[in-house]
């Protein structure tokens, strides 16, 4: 079984910054995707960014130039360091990590970006 969980999240101010953290364990072969999702209230869910294991990466058009993930590959960790955070960016963030088409999800965690 594989178990995804999130943390970093929080309330900030506009233009501040997050990092937020997305740990997997479970057994599984290395060749995977990771990256996030949010949902915002009264939303639909929808991507923010994710990393295929070759280590490219893909963003929302929203969140290009302000948003990074990254990933530690030994850890089986990723990352999503949000700058200049935005009120429009308040939402649950989720992790997921797709093995070969199961994809597993973690809570979620609560960000809020409010003045």
């Known amino acids: 079984q594989v178990k995804v969980a999130e943390s970093g999240g929080g309330l900030v101010e506009p233009g501040d910054s997050l990092r937020l953290s997305c740990i997997t364990s479970?057994?599984?072969?290395?060749?995977?995707?990771m990256g996030w999702y949010r949902q915002a209230p009264g939303k639909q869910r929808e991507m923010v960014a994710t990393?295929?294991?070759?280590?490219?990466?893909n963003y929302a058009d929203s969140v290009k130039g302000r948003f990074t993930i990254d990933r530690d590959y030994s850890n089986r960790t990723a990352f999503l360091q949000m700058n200049s955070l935005e009120p429009e960016d308040t939402a649950v963030y989720y992790c997921?990590?797709?093995?070969?088409?199961?994809?597993?999800w973690g809570q979620g965690t609560q960000v809020t970006v409010s003045s």
């Open positions: 990393m295929p294991y070759d280590g490219g990466r």
């Open positions: 997921f990590v797709d093995i070969r088409g199961d994809t597993y």
């Open positions: 479970g057994s599984y072969r290395s060749l995977y995707t």
